[in-house]
């Protein structure tokens, strides 16, 4: 009896056990969090909460980003990667001289497989072949993409249940949503070619159009830190489950990490110190650690990636057979400063696509 007794006991323990296990995991990182969130935020704990001074130092954003430093290129290792893939650039750009790139036809050709796997990395479920036929009707559908970002952000577009009747609404709502959001960065990057990029009014905009008639414009319509339009900056402090020791700015520091961001961007790009695609690395890392945005953050980032590599003559990158977690995991390792495997995959993508597109120029020409 006592043995039977003692193998129920363990029996249910060993039930319970993960549940605890997984109980303290959750105290040991929030504890741990917090510990970085002092040490992040110490410069708040000479002032008075609540007062001008400390209203107007967390307005400013300044103390995460004297923290974080997302924009010093050599501390997050994007100089010693521009160095250790100086073959690699050179060799791109090569390729890229001799194609006279950006063609607008061949930019234009990639729209519905970067549209695709921007979704797919948010894990939308539909296929590849649904993007490019609805990329083909959309084209008809929303001929004039000369308008503003404020104009397209307000436009009507093709009623989801209309294009793919049996598929989930909301998934064809995000990849429509997207197809015509890369249309509209293209036109506008071939329009302004070596130029810094998008504005933030640019942004925020795109970002509205991204989630148009998606499940996730329902965060915008509650009430979870106040009622924000769409395109707005989020009204509250975020974290993600993903990656729970990442430290976002918290919401009031916001607007001015991302008019820093963009004066950094314009930098860097007057500067030329370092190369345009390292440029796009880092900019999608950096906007990334902000997360300004309720939702939609990644698919933003990617737009805005797509949008300065065409404005400085390259082709936008369609990773091949790119899963989730290693696009996440990519950029995490870039957060904590160790960018090689995002560098990596970035320019060798870019060399592979500009040897497709050169090899069936040659062919053409023959």
């Keep these: 009896m006592a043995s039977l007794f003692r193998v129920g006991l363990f029996g249910r323990l060993n039930r319970i056990q993960p549940g605890v296990r997984r109980i303290a995991a959750s105290f040991s990182t929030n504890r741990e969090r917090n510990e970085i969130l002092r040490k992040v935020y110490a410069p708040f704990e ?27 290129s050599e501390r997050h290792g994007y100089v010693k990667a521009q160095k250790l893939h100086a073959d690699i650039l050179e060799e791109i750009d090569d390729w890229r001289e001799s194609m006279k790139l950006p063609k607008s036809a061949t930019i234009r050709s990639l729209i519905a497989e970067y549209a695709h796997q921007s979704v797919a990395i948010e894990d939308n479920k539909l296929e590849l072949g649904v993007s490019i036929m609805m990329d083909e009707y959309l084209k008809d559908a929303v001929p004039d993409l000369s308008v503003s970002a404020r104009d397209l952000s307000q436009m009507t577009l093709p009623d989801v249940h209309s294009l793919f009747p049996q598929a989930d609404a909301a ?35 795109l970002s509205a159009v991204l989630l148009k008639d998606t499940n996730r414009e329902l965060l915008y319509n509650s009430r979870w830190g106040g009622r924000v339009p769409l395109g707005g900056y989020r009204p509250a402090p975020i974290r993600v489950k993903s990656s729970p020791l990442t430290i976002f700015p918290y919401h009031v520091e916001v607007p001015a990490c991302m008019q820093r961001f963009l004066q950094w961007r314009d930098r860097v790009t007057q500067e030329k110190q370092l190369h345009p695609l390292i440029v796009a690395c880092q900019a999608t890392v950096y906007f990334l650690h902000i997360h ?34 290693d696009y996440i995991r990519m950029i995490r390792q870039a957060q904590e400063g ?16 500009l040897k497709t597109f050169g090899f069936r120029q040659m062919v053409e020409t023959k």
Aim: with cysteine; aromatic share 8%; proline share 6%.
């Design 292 to 325: 300004p945005f309720f939702d939609g953050n990644g698919r933003v980032s990617r737009l805005m990636m797509q949008d300065y590599m065409i404005r400085h003559g390259y082709a936008p990158v369609v990773i091949q057979n790119l899963e989730r977690q």
């Design 171 to 205: 998934q064809v709502a995000e990849l429509r949503n997207h197809i015509v959001a890369s249309h509209w960065v293209t036109e506008t990057a071939l329009r302004n070619p070596n130029t810094p990029g998008l504005s933030e009014a640019e942004i925020r905009c």
């Design 46 to 72: 000479k002032l008075v909460k609540g007062s001008p001074e400390y209203r107007a130092l967390a307005e400013s954003g300044k103390v995460w980003e004297d923290y974080f430093q997302p924009g010093n």
């Design 338 to 353: 160790e960018p090689e495997e995002f560098v990596s995959t970035i320019l060798t993508t870019q060399l592979e696509e």
